[in-house]
């Protein structure tokens, strides 16, 4: 089990930047893949980007290729969600988990608790 929380979040405009970052608890952060979910506001929580153990390999999501980049370093139990080009519809409550690597909610056992991005236009 890993316990995660989530920081970094808040306002920003259009166009503009934000890194998350997930700072773990636990000797066994580096056991776990690492993903990024968010949730707007009425809609169901989507799949952001995903990242492998070793940090080998990501998955992103269509809507932010291109855009975000997910990163970690185990050394320092941290995960990283780098969002750049951020447009109005990237705002959510964005939440840390660990678990398989996936893009499936499901695959993922433990959770952060989330922090609010909001992107004004």
């Known amino acids: 089990q890993v316990q995660l929380v989530e920081s970094g979040g808040g306002l920003v405009q259009a166009g503009g930047s934000q890194r998350l970052s997930c700072a773990a608890s636990?000797?066994?952060?580096?056991?776990?893949?690492i993903a990024w979910f968010r949730q707007a506001p009425g809609t169901e929580r989507e799949f952001v980007a995903a990242i492998t153990r070793s940090g080998e390999g990501t998955l992103y999501a269509d809507s932010v290729k291109d855009r975000y980049t997910i990163s970690r370093d185990n050394a320092k139990n941290t995960g990283y969600l780098q969002m750049n080009s951020l447009k109005p519809a990237d705002t959510a409550v964005y939440y840390c988990?660990?678990?398989?690597?996936?893009?499936?909610?499901?695959?993922?056992?433990?959770w952060g608790q989330g922090t609010q991005v909001t992107v004004s236009s």
């Open positions: 636990g000797r066994t952060f580096s056991s776990y893949a």
């Open positions: 988990a660990a678990g398989v690597f996936s893009a499936i909610a499901g695959s993922y056992k433990d």
